[in-house]
């Protein structure tokens, strides 16, 4: 019984670990992208395409 509930105490936290991760990598590419939009507009006056940063979900199907 012990044994169970560390198992599953164990499988949570790389859980949560692997959902933190994910969490970290879809800022990164948000703050990336929408840093590379303003550099590309202030150097460029290029305006990129008015498409929606994915959501949560989309960027976590995709890894």
Do not use: P
Not at 3 to 26: H, Q
Not at 41 to 55: E, G, I, Q
């Amino acid at each position: 019984m012990i044994e169970e509930s560390f198992k599953v105490r164990k499988a949570r936290i790389r859980y949560v670990r692997k959902l933190s991760n994910k969490i970290f990598l879809f800022l990164y590419y948000t703050v990336l992208d929408s840093a590379w939009n303003l550099v590309n507009y202030l150097l460029f006056n290029f305006k990129s395409t008015c498409k929606k940063v994915l959501s949560f979900d989309s960027f976590v199907k995709l890894l």
